[in-house]
């Protein structure tokens, strides 16, 4: 499939959201306009003011009063259909949009099947695409055969998706590589056995499983007869500034209040197991560079792609240590402490949790690691450090004046 070229236009869904806004924003980078899937006229607003606020910020189109986002209003993207209208004349689609973990949904299906019905919808409306599209002028309005000619508007190349890692990531004693390869079948058998007592975040492993299967599914299904592709793209958890401004800490994007309520903002002794469990991390804006490599590169169509830095403790990011049980001995032998190098400049005079909390190696999980020879392969990515993702979160902070 040829790559997307500057200038097209690309719809991307859950624009409002933590990875979709800088999706965006990376996007408009590129000199591409963007049709943004949003819920409400208002949202759109909201969406457009802060991408144009961060791009004047962050050294774009300096005193632009406009940006080439087109909010379009979808308030059930799960309904048949949502997207058979916006998704015409587009060249490329990036789907990020999907459930994130609520503990206050006790039906698993309640996450998993908007996941799957949301991912199918945008497939099945570029599917249909082709026969919606509207027709050259030596063709009859009506009636039209389905191998009919159709015009320019119709050129859609590449739809992105949104996965994870927890898609292919399985608990497992010992350490372990995770690749491409793997599926994380055992969260999907959880909520098969444990219906609504299952945990929130093993509900939503199985939907990002089952999403993600549907689409490769479908689009084996109907490869034949569509001249687009689609390419995965796999994240670890999601670090990093947003573009939107928080009201406050409570306000924070799921993966980044995790990373603020660990490391910066504890109100208790932060829970070991959280601390300790070892995984994958992206900075925001490089996982935002990663869709649309994806997007661009033509070698990542029909690919599933695993996007991390590396893997971490929580405990990296601050000053917490690791100590062995019986001979008190120090099994992490360096102190990073990001978070208080990096908060001297932004919040001075206030120091962040350090030496407070002692991890025992029992207490300590088993460690993964995730293969990224195929990201590095195709898309290449050059990743942003630990140092750079907390010194750039605390600026983003101060500058928006998130209390401590």
Known sequence: ???????????????????????????????????????????????????????????GKKDSD?????????????????????????????HVASPVPNPSLTDPQETIQPAID???GVLKSALRARYLAPLTKHEPTLNYPLSSQRDSSYKLKRIVITSSVAALWTPSPGARTFSEDDWNTQYVSEVERLGSKTDPMTVYGASKVMAEKAAWEFYNAHRSEVQWDISVINPSLVFGPAIQPPKSASDLPSTLKLWWDSVIEPS????????????????????????????ETAEAGGERIIVSEGTFFLNEWCE??????????????????????AGAEFYPGRTF??????????????????NTAKEKRILGMKYRTKEETTRDTLRWAAERNLKL
């Open 268 to 295: 208790s002794k932060p829970d070991v197991m959280t601390l300790s469990i070892p995984n994958g991390w992206v900075d925001v804006r490089d996982i935002a560079e990663a869709h649309v490599r994806a997007m």
């Open 118 to 120: 949301g991912t199918l």
């Open 66 to 94: 406009d940006v080439a986002v087109e909010s379009v209003v979808i308030a059930d993207i799960v309904k048949d259909g949502a997207f058979d209208e916006v998704i015409l004349g587009v060249d490329a689609v990036v």
């Open 1 to 59: 499939m040829s790559p997307i070229t500057s200038p097209s236009t690309i719809l991307v869904t859950g624009g409002t959201g933590y990875l979709g806004a800088q999706v965006i924003a990376t996007v408009l980078a590129r000199g591409h306009s963007v049709k943004a899937v949003v819920r409400s006229t208002e949202k759109g607003a909201s969406l457009k003011y802060d991408l144009l606020k961060h791009i004047n910020e962050e050294g």
């Open 353 to 370: 949790p350090e030496g407070t909390l002692e991890t025992t190696k029992d207490e300590l999980a088993s460690e993964i690691y995730f």
């Open 320 to 341: 917490y240590r690791f100590i062995h049980e019986r001979t008190k001995a120090y099994l992490n032998p360096f102190v990073v402490d990001l978070a208080n190098k």
